[in-house]
């Protein structure tokens, strides 16, 4: 797609407070200049993300407000829409070992019924808990998203927000939400909403980034997923906890995205696998395989199947990205109380 924004350039911003504890009382925490293909679209190439004073919550004050929001989750931009192409579409076969981890991490407390995925994205997560023998629906704000699970995936989809679908209480057993709520307004909001959607000990399986990891403060606004537009929420690990308790649920288990698993002893082994394949493998590849790749081209032409997977160069570079983490994102699964 090389075709540039049909959309006016949206120019809003917005002031809130505090969304975890409601305070205003906030300290610098980074200034984040926007990714390159935003530079002049929005309101300002460089924004504030502070920190409260009062909860340690992390957010973006002032942000875009929800036109501009509204504006970049069309993908019009041509650079935002290959990415969406490179890692939801061409790249989903290369996530269906992680949604796999996750499905044998639910089976922790077992849970049987009618399953929500909050921000689907592409569905492939429904696919998969399809498959397990789920009876699955999504959610999503994204129009190319709500046409691409009911188009190519055949999967039910709720069109809208959350909150504005009308949607009967207690209606699922199982809610997910991955990657999403650093991008949401109101996170407050959008879990109480969650949780009245839930049926009591219903299972709530929740997803996003870890600001608090050693390697976003080592990369500080160069980490991977420090984003000024997009991302308006950064949560650690306590911030996140906090989170789900004011809002109706008992922590059941949390770990980081890589590792998640049924058993003590699998997310050890993942852990052992995923030092070798995010820090020893990944540093190969971009301290030795992309230099050379880059002076020779013609090494880069190969493809490689296994277990139902392609892999070839540029799904490897979308995949290792350009820097050196592990443990940088975290789930945590909760019950509804």
Same mark, same amino acid.
């Given at each position: 797609?090389?075709?540039?924004?049909?959309?006016?350039?949206?120019?809003?911003?917005?002031?809130?407070?505090? $969304?975890?504890?409601?305070?205003?009382?906030?300290?610098?925490?980074?200034?984040?200049?926007?990714?390159?293909?935003?530079?002049?679209?929005?309101?300002?190439?460089?924004?504030?993300?502070?920190?409260?004073?009062?909860? *340690?919550?992390?957010?973006?004050?002032?942000?875009?407000?929800?036109? !501009?929001?509204?504006?970049?989750?069309?993908?019009? $931009?041509?650079?935002?829409?290959?990415?969406?192409?490179?890692?939801?579409?061409?790249?989903?076969?290369? $996530? @269906?070992?992680?949604?796999?981890?996750?499905? @044998?991490?639910?089976?922790?407390?077992?849970?049987?019924?009618?399953? %929500?995925?909050?921000?689907?994205?592409?569905?492939?997560?429904?696919?998969?808990?399809?498959?397990?023998?789920?009876?699955? #629906?999504?959610?999503?704000?994204?129009?190319?998203?709500?046409?691409?699970?009911?188009?190519?995936?055949?999967?039910?989809?709720?069109?809208?927000?959350?909150?504005?679908?009308?949607?009967?209480? *207690?209606?699922?057993?199982?809610?997910?939400?991955?990657?999403?709520?650093?991008?949401?307004?109101?996170?407050?909001?959008?879990?109480?909403?969650?949780?009245?959607?839930?049926?009591?000990?219903?299972? =709530?399986?929740?997803?996003?980034?870890?600001?608090?990891?050693?390697?976003?403060? %080592?990369?500080?606004?160069?980490?991977?997923?420090?984003?000024?537009?997009?991302?308006?929420?950064?949560? &650690?690990?306590?911030?996140?906890?906090?989170?789900?308790?004011?809002?109706?649920?008992?922590?059941?288990?949390?770990?980081?995205?890589?590792?998640?698993?049924?058993?003590?002893?699998?997310?050890?082994?993942? =852990?052992?696998? *995923?030092?070798?394949?995010?820090?020893?493998? @990944?540093?190969?590849?971009?301290?030795?395989?992309?230099?050379?790749?880059?002076?020779?081209?013609?090494? #880069?032409?190969?493809?490689?199947?296994?277990?139902?997977?392609?892999?070839?160069?540029?799904?490897?570079?979308?995949?290792?990205? &350009?820097?050196?983490?592990?443990?940088?994102?975290?789930?945590?699964? !909760?019950?509804?109380?």
């Amino acid at each position: 797609m090389t075709t540039t924004p049909s959309l006016p350039s949206p120019k809003g911003i917005e002031y809130v407070r505090c $969304n975890l504890c409601g305070a205003d009382d906030t300290e610098i925490y980074r200034r984040q200049p926007v990714r390159p293909q935003h530079v002049g679209v929005y309101n300002r190439d460089v924004w504030d993300i502070v920190r409260c004073r009062r909860c *340690g919550l992390i957010y973006e004050n002032p942000r875009t407000d929800a036109a !501009a929001l509204d504006h970049m989750y069309q993908f019009d $931009n041509a650079a935002d829409y290959d990415y969406v192409q490179r890692w939801f579409i061409q790249g989903a076969d290369l $996530n @269906r070992a992680y949604w796999q981890q996750v499905l @044998r991490a639910m089976r922790r407390y077992p849970v049987s019924g009618k399953l %929500l995925d909050v921000g689907c994205g592409a569905g492939t997560f429904l696919v998969e808990a399809r498959q397990a023998g789920h009876q699955v #629906a999504g959610q999503e704000v994204a129009p190319y998203f709500v046409r691409y699970c009911r188009e190519q995936q055949n999967l039910t989809i709720y069109d809208g927000e959350l909150d504005s679908l009308g949607i009967e209480s *207690g209606s699922f057993d199982v809610v997910t939400a991955f990657d999403m709520i650093e991008h949401h307004p109101d996170p407050k909001r959008l879990v109480t909403e969650i949780r009245r959607l839930m049926r009591p000990g219903g299972l =709530f399986v929740i997803s996003t980034h870890d600001i608090g990891n050693i390697f976003a403060r %080592l990369y500080g606004t160069r980490w991977r997923h420090m984003g000024a537009i997009g991302h308006i929420y950064y949560f &650690t690990r306590p911030s996140m906890a906090k989170l789900l308790r004011a809002c109706g649920f008992e922590i059941l288990h949390q770990s980081s995205a890589h590792i998640i698993d049924q058993t003590a002893l699998a997310e050890f082994r993942n =852990f052992i696998s *995923g030092f070798f394949k995010l820090i020893v493998l @990944r540093a190969l590849i971009l301290g030795i395989y992309k230099p050379v790749v880059t002076l020779i081209p013609a090494l #880069a032409r190969w493809q490689f199947h296994w277990r139902g997977k392609t892999l070839d160069h540029s799904k490897l570079m979308t995949r290792v990205g &350009t820097q050196i983490v592990m443990g940088d994102d975290m789930v945590f699964l !909760a019950k509804a109380v």
